[in-house]
Protein backbone atom coordinates (compact mmCIF):
# COMPACT_ATOMS: atom_id res chain seq x y z
CA UNK A 1 0.00 0.00 0.00
CA UNK A 2 1.42 3.08 -0.84
CA UNK A 3 0.43 6.48 -0.99
CA UNK A 4 1.66 10.16 -1.72
CA UNK A 5 0.07 13.46 -1.48
CA UNK A 6 0.14 16.87 0.15
CA UNK A 7 -0.38 20.23 -0.35
CA UNK A 8 1.74 23.54 -0.15
CA UNK A 9 4.57 23.17 1.87
CA UNK A 10 3.48 19.44 3.51
CA UNK A 11 3.97 16.24 1.83
CA UNK A 12 3.43 12.57 3.51
CA UNK A 13 3.62 8.85 2.27
CA UNK A 14 2.39 6.08 3.50
CA UNK A 15 3.65 2.35 3.16
CA UNK A 16 2.65 -0.84 4.27
CA UNK A 17 4.68 -3.60 3.48
CA UNK A 18 5.12 -7.25 5.08
CA UNK A 19 8.24 -7.72 6.88
CA UNK A 20 8.56 -10.86 6.00
CA UNK A 21 8.12 -10.91 2.36
CA UNK A 22 10.93 -7.70 2.79
CA UNK A 23 12.90 -10.29 4.31
CA UNK A 24 13.24 -8.20 6.99
CA UNK A 25 14.95 -9.66 10.77
CA UNK A 26 11.89 -11.21 12.54
CA UNK A 27 12.63 -13.18 15.80
CA UNK A 28 10.91 -16.78 16.01
CA UNK A 29 11.52 -16.73 19.93
CA UNK A 30 10.88 -13.39 20.53
CA UNK A 31 6.89 -12.08 21.36
CA UNK A 32 5.10 -8.35 21.01
CA UNK A 33 4.95 -8.49 24.72
CA UNK A 34 8.66 -7.52 24.98
CA UNK A 35 7.72 -4.13 22.96
CA UNK A 36 6.99 -1.60 25.67
CA UNK A 37 3.00 -0.64 25.96
CA UNK A 38 4.15 2.94 25.77
CA UNK A 39 5.45 2.13 22.21
CA UNK A 40 2.32 0.49 21.08
CA UNK A 41 -0.96 1.89 20.32
CA UNK A 42 -3.03 4.81 22.36
CA UNK A 43 -6.41 3.66 23.21
CA UNK A 44 -9.35 5.82 21.50
CA UNK A 45 -11.72 7.93 23.34
CA UNK A 46 -14.30 6.17 25.22
CA UNK A 47 -12.58 3.35 25.42
CA UNK A 48 -11.89 2.43 29.26
CA UNK A 49 -7.92 2.09 28.84
CA UNK A 50 -8.45 5.78 27.54
CA UNK A 51 -10.54 6.82 30.69
CA UNK A 52 -7.68 5.19 32.82
CA UNK A 53 -4.39 6.83 31.13
CA UNK A 54 -6.41 10.36 30.30
CA UNK A 55 -8.42 9.96 33.72
CA UNK A 56 -7.87 14.20 34.32
CA UNK A 57 -9.68 14.67 30.74
CA UNK A 58 -12.79 13.23 32.34
CA UNK A 59 -13.99 16.31 34.34
CA UNK A 60 -15.89 15.38 37.78
CA UNK A 61 -19.25 16.32 39.16
CA UNK A 62 -17.67 19.62 40.88
CA UNK A 63 -15.71 20.96 37.97
CA UNK A 64 -18.95 20.35 35.40
CA UNK A 65 -21.28 21.97 37.85
CA UNK A 66 -18.86 24.95 37.81
CA UNK A 67 -18.78 25.01 34.12
CA UNK A 68 -21.96 24.54 33.88
CA UNK A 69 -23.52 27.60 35.65
CA UNK A 70 -20.63 29.72 34.18
CA UNK A 71 -21.30 29.88 30.51
CA UNK A 72 -19.39 33.19 30.03
CA UNK A 73 -15.67 31.54 30.89
CA UNK A 74 -13.74 30.52 27.76
CA UNK A 75 -10.62 29.24 26.69
CA UNK A 76 -9.80 30.16 23.04
CA UNK A 77 -7.67 28.01 20.63
CA UNK A 78 -6.64 30.13 17.73
CA UNK A 79 -4.51 30.82 15.29
CA UNK A 80 -2.77 34.51 16.08
CA UNK A 81 -2.99 36.77 12.79
CA UNK A 82 0.41 38.17 14.01
CA UNK A 83 2.12 34.51 13.57
CA UNK A 84 3.32 32.36 10.50
CA UNK A 85 3.12 29.25 11.89
CA UNK A 86 0.94 26.76 10.74
CA UNK A 87 -0.18 23.31 11.97
CA UNK A 88 2.63 22.57 14.58
CA UNK A 89 1.84 25.64 16.58
CA UNK A 90 -2.38 25.63 16.05
CA UNK A 91 -2.13 21.96 17.27
CA UNK A 92 0.27 22.95 20.74
CA UNK A 93 -1.71 25.70 21.37
CA UNK A 94 -4.99 22.89 21.51
CA UNK A 95 -3.27 20.86 23.66
CA UNK A 96 -2.71 23.57 26.26
CA UNK A 97 -6.35 25.13 25.42
CA UNK A 98 -7.44 22.03 26.80
CA UNK A 99 -5.53 21.31 29.52
CA UNK A 100 -5.83 24.65 30.73
CA UNK A 101 -9.74 24.86 30.37
CA UNK A 102 -9.92 21.58 32.61
CA UNK A 103 -7.38 23.81 35.30
CA UNK A 104 -9.24 26.53 35.03
CA UNK A 105 -13.19 25.26 34.84
CA UNK A 106 -13.52 26.73 32.02
CA UNK A 107 -15.10 26.33 28.38
CA UNK A 108 -12.52 25.09 25.65
CA UNK A 109 -13.52 26.61 22.38
CA UNK A 110 -11.48 26.45 19.17
CA UNK A 111 -11.07 27.10 15.33
CA UNK A 112 -8.36 27.47 12.70
CA UNK A 113 -9.13 30.47 11.98
CA UNK A 114 -11.22 33.18 10.67
CA UNK A 115 -12.50 32.27 6.98
CA UNK A 116 -13.07 29.34 5.31
CA UNK A 117 -10.26 26.96 6.44
CA UNK A 118 -12.08 23.59 6.04
CA UNK A 119 -10.46 21.81 8.67
CA UNK A 120 -13.59 19.79 9.36
CA UNK A 121 -13.35 18.03 6.09
CA UNK A 122 -10.29 15.95 8.13
CA UNK A 123 -11.46 16.54 11.79
CA UNK A 124 -14.09 15.95 13.87
CA UNK A 125 -14.57 16.65 17.15
CA UNK A 126 -15.62 13.58 19.50
CA UNK A 127 -18.04 15.86 21.44
CA UNK A 128 -19.95 17.76 19.57
CA UNK A 129 -22.07 19.17 22.40
CA UNK A 130 -18.93 21.26 23.86
CA UNK A 131 -17.46 22.38 20.74
CA UNK A 132 -20.31 22.89 18.06
CA UNK A 133 -19.14 22.36 14.25
CA UNK A 134 -15.60 24.79 13.98
CA UNK A 135 -17.33 28.39 14.26
CA UNK A 136 -16.40 30.30 17.48
CA UNK A 137 -19.60 32.03 18.33
CA UNK A 138 -19.93 35.68 17.52
CA UNK A 139 -21.46 35.82 20.83
CA UNK A 140 -18.18 35.21 22.76
CA UNK A 141 -15.92 37.07 20.79
CA UNK A 142 -18.07 40.22 20.96
CA UNK A 143 -16.05 41.72 23.27
CA UNK A 144 -12.86 40.23 21.92
CA UNK A 145 -10.43 37.81 23.93
CA UNK A 146 -8.19 39.92 25.45
CA UNK A 147 -7.29 39.98 28.96
CA UNK A 148 -6.66 43.96 29.02
CA UNK A 149 -10.77 44.01 28.27
CA UNK A 150 -12.44 43.62 31.04
CA UNK A 151 -15.57 42.91 29.22
CA UNK A 152 -14.10 40.22 27.98
CA UNK A 153 -15.46 36.44 28.56
CA UNK A 154 -12.69 34.76 27.12
CA UNK A 155 -9.00 33.96 27.10
CA UNK A 156 -6.68 32.96 24.56
CA UNK A 157 -4.43 29.92 25.79
CA UNK A 158 -1.16 29.49 24.59
CA UNK A 159 1.56 26.48 24.59
CA UNK A 160 4.15 29.16 25.29
CA UNK A 161 2.68 29.77 28.79
CA UNK A 162 4.73 29.66 31.62
CA UNK A 163 4.57 30.01 35.46
CA UNK A 164 5.26 33.50 34.93
CA UNK A 165 2.62 34.36 32.40
CA UNK A 166 0.11 31.88 34.45
CA UNK A 167 -1.53 34.72 36.62
CA UNK A 168 -2.16 37.41 34.17
CA UNK A 169 -4.58 34.35 32.60
CA UNK A 170 -5.83 33.61 36.27
CA UNK A 171 -6.79 37.12 36.87
CA UNK A 172 -8.73 37.41 33.87
CA UNK A 173 -10.38 33.73 34.27
CA UNK A 174 -11.17 34.77 38.18
CA UNK A 175 -12.77 38.26 36.92
CA UNK A 176 -15.09 36.62 34.79
CA UNK A 177 -16.25 33.57 37.03
CA UNK A 178 -16.74 36.68 39.79
CA UNK A 179 -19.57 37.65 37.66
CA UNK A 180 -21.12 34.43 38.42
CA UNK A 181 -20.17 33.73 42.19
CA UNK A 182 -17.82 31.63 41.00
CA UNK A 183 -14.07 30.74 42.50
CA UNK A 184 -11.23 29.08 40.58
CA UNK A 185 -9.16 26.24 41.56
CA UNK A 186 -6.48 27.13 44.35
CA UNK A 187 -3.77 26.80 41.98
CA UNK A 188 -2.96 26.48 38.01
CA UNK A 189 0.40 24.71 37.03
CA UNK A 190 2.15 25.44 33.63
CA UNK A 191 2.68 22.41 31.07
CA UNK A 192 5.21 21.82 28.89
CA UNK A 193 4.97 23.19 25.17
CA UNK A 194 4.75 19.99 23.68
CA UNK A 195 5.86 21.32 20.37
CA UNK A 196 9.57 21.51 21.81
CA UNK A 197 9.45 18.90 24.31
CA UNK A 198 11.70 16.32 22.53
CA UNK A 199 13.76 19.48 21.92
CA UNK A 200 17.25 19.44 23.68
CA UNK A 201 17.21 23.37 24.86
CA UNK A 202 13.94 22.87 25.93
CA UNK A 203 14.74 20.28 28.41
CA UNK A 204 15.70 22.53 31.09
CA UNK A 205 12.44 24.61 30.83
CA UNK A 206 10.88 20.91 30.97
CA UNK A 207 12.62 20.33 34.41
CA UNK A 208 11.55 23.46 35.96
CA UNK A 209 7.92 22.58 35.61
CA UNK A 210 7.81 19.32 36.14
CA UNK A 211 7.72 19.55 40.13
CA UNK A 212 4.60 21.23 39.99
CA UNK A 213 3.24 19.08 37.66
CA UNK A 214 4.02 15.94 39.54
CA UNK A 215 2.06 17.86 42.62
CA UNK A 216 -0.50 18.59 40.99
CA UNK A 217 -1.14 15.44 39.11
CA UNK A 218 -1.09 13.16 42.93
CA UNK A 219 -3.74 15.73 44.35
CA UNK A 220 -7.16 14.83 44.51
CA UNK A 221 -8.44 18.18 44.46
CA UNK A 222 -6.42 19.29 41.69
CA UNK A 223 -8.61 19.38 38.47
CA UNK A 224 -5.97 17.43 36.70
CA UNK A 225 -5.10 15.20 39.17
CA UNK A 226 -3.56 11.76 37.06
CA UNK A 227 -1.55 14.01 34.38
CA UNK A 228 1.48 12.34 33.29
CA UNK A 229 3.57 14.07 31.50
CA UNK A 230 4.18 11.34 28.86
CA UNK A 231 1.02 11.00 27.88
CA UNK A 232 -0.76 14.68 28.14
CA UNK A 233 -0.52 15.73 24.67
CA UNK A 234 -1.94 12.41 23.55
CA UNK A 235 -4.68 12.64 26.10
CA UNK A 236 -5.50 15.95 25.17
CA UNK A 237 -6.23 15.75 21.70
CA UNK A 238 -7.62 12.20 21.83
CA UNK A 239 -10.41 13.89 23.75
CA UNK A 240 -10.55 16.53 21.43
CA UNK A 241 -10.45 15.26 18.00
CA UNK A 242 -11.72 12.52 16.07
CA UNK A 243 -10.48 11.44 12.38
CA UNK A 244 -13.81 12.88 10.22
CA UNK A 245 -14.93 10.25 7.80
CA UNK A 246 -14.63 12.66 4.87
CA UNK A 247 -11.08 12.11 5.26
CA UNK A 248 -11.27 9.39 3.04
CA UNK A 249 -11.74 12.19 0.50
CA UNK A 250 -8.17 13.22 1.26
CA UNK A 251 -6.46 9.72 1.15
CA UNK A 252 -8.93 7.48 -0.15
CA UNK A 253 -8.00 4.29 1.93
CA UNK A 254 -6.90 5.46 5.14
CA UNK A 255 -10.33 4.12 6.92
CA UNK A 256 -10.17 0.62 4.84
CA UNK A 257 -6.71 -0.32 4.79
CA UNK A 258 -4.44 1.99 7.03
CA UNK A 259 -5.53 2.80 10.10
CA UNK A 260 -6.87 -1.00 10.32
CA UNK A 261 -3.33 -2.08 10.02
CA UNK A 262 -2.15 1.02 12.45
CA UNK A 263 -4.42 -0.75 14.82
CA UNK A 264 -2.97 -4.12 14.45
CA UNK A 265 -0.87 -4.97 17.00
CA UNK A 266 1.22 -7.12 15.08
CA UNK A 267 2.50 -4.11 12.77
CA UNK A 268 5.52 -2.05 13.51
CA UNK A 269 4.32 1.55 12.70
CA UNK A 270 7.64 4.10 12.36
CA UNK A 271 6.41 7.80 11.79
CA UNK A 272 9.34 9.83 10.37
CA UNK A 273 9.38 13.42 10.18
CA UNK A 274 11.99 15.04 7.59
CA UNK A 275 12.58 18.90 7.13
CA UNK A 276 14.67 19.55 3.96
CA UNK A 277 14.34 23.75 3.78
CA UNK A 278 12.44 22.92 0.11
CA UNK A 279 9.77 25.10 1.32
CA UNK A 280 11.65 27.96 2.98
CA UNK A 281 14.16 28.06 -0.03
CA UNK A 282 11.32 28.29 -2.63
CA UNK A 283 9.92 30.96 -1.16
CA UNK A 284 12.88 33.23 -1.46
CA UNK A 285 14.71 31.46 -4.58
CA UNK A 286 12.78 29.19 -7.12
CA UNK A 287 16.08 27.96 -8.49
CA UNK A 288 17.95 28.03 -4.56
CA UNK A 289 16.61 24.03 -3.96
CA UNK A 290 17.68 20.86 -5.43
CA UNK A 291 16.92 17.16 -4.97
CA UNK A 292 20.38 16.34 -4.05
CA UNK A 293 20.34 18.69 -1.07
CA UNK A 294 17.01 17.06 0.09
CA UNK A 295 18.92 13.50 -0.48
CA UNK A 296 22.13 15.12 1.42
CA UNK A 297 19.72 16.00 4.23
CA UNK A 298 17.33 12.53 4.48
CA UNK A 299 20.46 9.82 4.06
CA UNK A 300 21.62 9.91 7.80
CA UNK A 301 18.00 9.81 9.10
CA UNK A 302 16.66 7.51 7.05
CA UNK A 303 19.79 5.42 8.12
CA UNK A 304 19.07 5.72 11.49
CA UNK A 305 15.50 5.04 11.21
CA UNK A 306 16.37 1.90 9.07
CA UNK A 307 18.30 0.68 12.28
CA UNK A 308 15.62 1.50 14.51
CA UNK A 309 13.21 -0.73 12.53
CA UNK A 310 15.95 -4.00 12.69
CA UNK A 311 16.07 -3.29 16.76
CA UNK A 312 12.53 -3.53 17.18
CA UNK A 313 11.59 -6.71 14.48
CA UNK A 314 14.37 -8.60 16.50
CA UNK A 315 12.26 -7.62 19.86
CA UNK A 316 8.67 -8.14 18.61
CA UNK A 317 6.32 -10.97 16.29
CA UNK A 318 5.11 -8.39 13.34
CA UNK A 319 3.58 -9.52 10.31
CA UNK A 320 4.10 -5.93 8.35
CA UNK A 321 5.83 -2.43 8.73
CA UNK A 322 4.42 0.87 8.56
CA UNK A 323 6.08 3.76 7.53
CA UNK A 324 4.76 7.11 7.57
CA UNK A 325 6.90 9.77 6.02
CA UNK A 326 5.92 13.57 6.53
CA UNK A 327 8.27 16.08 4.79
CA UNK A 328 8.50 19.46 2.72
CA UNK A 329 10.13 17.45 -0.41
CA UNK A 330 7.83 15.31 -2.15
CA UNK A 331 10.77 13.82 -4.04
CA UNK A 332 12.49 12.71 -0.50
CA UNK A 333 9.02 10.76 -0.06
CA UNK A 334 8.48 9.08 -3.25
CA UNK A 335 12.77 8.20 -2.74
CA UNK A 336 11.99 7.17 1.09
CA UNK A 337 8.65 4.92 0.14
CA UNK A 338 10.97 2.82 -2.78
CA UNK A 339 13.71 2.05 -0.23
Not at 120 to 149: K, Q
Not at 232 to 249: E, H, K, N, R, V
Not at 294 to 317: F, H
Request: glycine share 6%.
Amino acid sequence: LERHGGGGGAHTANNLRSSQAKGQRQSSTSSSRNIPPHLRRFPPYGTPEFNQLCTWTIPDATIKAAIGSDPDCYILSRPRPSSSEGLSEWVADVTAGKIYSIQLGCHHILDYGLGSVDVHSALSYVDTSSYGNWTVPESIMSAGCDSRNTESNCQQASAGWTQRTIPTARKTVARIKARHGQHLAPKTVAIPNYRWSYHSSYSLKLLAMLPDLVEASNTDNSNIAGFQYETGMACALGATFALAPSAADHIPAVHTEILPALRDSKTLVIALYVRTGRTDDLLKDSHKHSQKKDESASRPVISCVLAMEKEYLARGDFDQVAWFIATDSPDLGKSVVSS
